[in-house]
Structures are given as C-alpha cells and as structure tokens.
C-alpha cells in the first residue's frame, strides 16, 4: 500500500514511522531539507539534477486559485537523498537521518498568467531510473481521485459525516458500505466523458435493462433532449444518472458533479428496487 500525500504530510516523523515490508510514503515535499553530507538543500539538489525526460499530465481546474484546466509538460528530474532530522524534533524514537528517493517535476511554457506546475516528490519506494520517475508523478497525480472520493462521501455527495452513531465500530462499518456507494459515484464521473467505457463498470446487466426503461421516459422530442452516448456504454448511463438527479440533460449545462449523481443515483436505487418489485423478481426468504 502506498500512502499518498500533499505537502501537509510531509513530516519526518510520517517518513520514520509508516514505511515497512507492506507501506510505502509518497509526500510532496514542504519544507527544504537539509541533506546529509550535501551542501546544498534539498530543493537546490534536486535542481541541479539532469533533466532525465519529460511527462504530459492533465491539470485539472482549481477555481480557488484561478488555475485553468490544462495539458502540461514537464521536465523530469530525480535522485537518491538523506535526509536530516530536524533539530526541533523531540522524542528518542527517531533515526538521525532517513534515506530517501526525491523526484522533481516542472512545468515547462505554461500558459500566460498561470503559475507553473512543480512537483518535488518525496518517497521510499526506489527511484533509479526515468521510468520509475514517471511512475511515481503518476501516482501523484490520482491523489485527486482521492480528494474526489473524500469530497463524495462527505457533504457534497453522501454526508458522511451528518451520521448520529456513536460507536467507533459502527461508523467504521458504515463507511466502508458508503466506499462502495461512492467509488460508484466516481465512475460515473469518470464515464461522463469516456463513451468507450462499457457501462457493466458499474450497473449489472439487470440494472441496465432497468436504465433502458427509464431512458424512454427521460429524453425529449428534440435532438438536444436524447442521450447523446451508445446505449450501454458508461456515458449512457450516466446521462440517465444524472437526469433522474434534476440535471437538465443539456450540454450547454455544466456537467452533472458529485451532488446530482449522488441524487440521481439514489432515485435510481429506490426506482430499480420497485421495477424489481413488480416483475416480480424479489425473492423473500424466511
């Protein structure tokens, strides 16, 4: 397991005591290190490095800070360091120094006004060739997954967090039966732009055909009112998803986010429990 993680991770004493025989750190780094028998700091080394090879990332839109979704370039950089212990660290528990794989990304051109993309990339898993630099940016780059998984199980999408139960066991368990509820959600999102995608990714073939009754009932008289998707491709379903969550199936629209899947998929559950109903293909056991 690989533990991936922003800047506010990136703590010595995270470095010292997670990795083992079954956990990795993947951090970007924070704060200039001081390196063990190097002059130069941690960003200064890293800089000086050969450039190895360059990467091609899709940057994704961050209104908060006026960045612009993108397709970016960026040079490659890497290097094996040792890392010092603070001076201010306390506690007995902690090695002097820890050996560590650094890997640096920079962006190259950016658009005008745009801040560029740079990357310093800290990890104990081994980095001695480009290819397991790319690897490494690559993992990097799915921590936004991770951040849309937590913003889906909290206020904008299931509400995690708005459960009365008390026992630590019992939300452990309900949060494991909503990770299944919102990697769903997930895929929906990342099949609203990917038709290839069958939609068996993530309805059975039972709620497909359930999909397809209800896809007569949701689409207009006009073109611009059908599903535009494949049947049975994720997009299709999607769509469908995202009408049943009010979306108005317009794609002048903004696309259909966490909020309206999450509602749409939960009409849908409740829709296809009662078609199940009557066909009669519940089956009650004592």
Excluded at 88 to 93: A, E, P, W
Excluded at 112 to 137: D, S, Y
Excluded at 148 to 162: C, H, I, Y
Aim: glycine share 6%.
């Amino acid at each position: 397991m690989t533990h991936i993680a922003d800047r506010e991770s990136d703590m010595y004493e995270e470095f010292a005591t997670v990795p083992n025989h079954d956990n990795h750190v993947l951090v970007r780094a924070r704060i200039d290190r001081r390196l063990v028998g190097k002059t130069p700091s941690l960003y200064t080394y890293l800089n000086q490095q050969p450039s190895e090879g360059t990467y091609i990332v899709d940057v994704p839109a961050d209104a908060r800070i006026g960045r612009t979704a993108r397709e970016a370039l960026l040079i490659v950089r890497r290097g094996r360091v040792t890392i010092q212990r603070p001076d201010k660290l306390n506690g007995q528990d902690y090695a002097p120094s820890l050996t560590l794989y650094a890997v640096e990304a920079v962006e190259v051109n950016p658009p005008p006004g745009q801040q560029p993309i740079h990357w310093r990339l800290l990890t104990t898993h081994q980095v001695v060739c480009l290819e397991q630099g790319l690897q490494v940016i690559r993992w990097y780059t799915w921590r936004w997954r991770i951040e849309q998984l937590f913003a889906t199980l909290k206020t904008a999408g299931l509400n995690l967090e708005a459960t009365q139960l008390e026992s630590i066991a019992a939300i452990q368990r309900l949060t494991v039966l909503a990770l299944s509820v919102a990697v769903r959600i997930l895929q929906l999102i990342f099949g609203r732009d990917n038709p290839d995608l069958p939609a068996t990714v993530a309805f059975s073939h039972e709620q497909q055909h359930c999909l397809s009754t209800l896809a007569l009932t949701l689409e207009g008289k006009t073109r611009l009112q059908q599903n535009p998707y494949p049947p049975q491709t994720l997009a299709w379903a999607t769509w469908i998803i995202a009408r049943l969550g009010g979306w108005s199936g317009y794609k002048s629209q903004k696309p259909p986010g966490i909020t309206t899947l999450s509602r749409g998929l939960e009409q849908f559950e409740s829709t296809f429990f009662g078609w199940k109903l009557a066909l009669g293909r519940l089956v009650c056991t004592p």
